[in-house]
Nanobody, 114 residues
Framework: QVLLVESGGGLVQAGGTLRLSCATS????????MNWYRQTPGNERELIAF????????NYVDSVRGRFTISRDNTKNMAYLQMNSLKPEDTGVYYC???????WGQGTQVTVAS
């Protein structure tokens, strides 16, 4: 059974930082690319960051490129999203997901105050 548990969200002032974590189990983590998605108010869930299974390849949506960094620790089956220079428009619920699997975690709420 695939299990994804996101954590690390919270309330932060614009310009601040947060580090999200994604704890995983139930699949071969090191063989799976990982993704971070977010759902902002009134919008559909969108893919914002990708990292390959070994971590050698990453990609970002334009709106977060240069501010967010995705990483992973294959020894701990964990994925991370370092978020810097946060903006109010980054407010939303953040989810991690493994490529090739349909499972979602419960998400973690990020609120950026102006």
């Amino acid at each position: 059974q695939v299990l994804l548990v996101e954590s690390g969200g919270g309330l932060v002032q614009a310009g601040g930082t947060l580090r999200l974590s994604c704890a995983t189990s139930g699949f071969e983590f090191s063989a799976s690319a990982m993704n971070w998605y977010r759902q902002t108010p009134g919008n559909e869930r969108e893919l914002i960051a990708f990292i390959s299974g070994k971590g050698g390849s990453t990609n970002y949506v334009d709106s977060v490129r240069g501010r967010f960094t995705i990483s992973r620790d294959n020894t701990k089956n964990m994925a991370y999203l370092q978020m810097n220079s946060l903006k109010p428009e980054d407010t939303g619920v953040y989810y991690c997901r493994a490529t090739g699997y349909l499972d979602w975690g419960q998400g973690t709420q990020v609120t950026v105050a102006s």
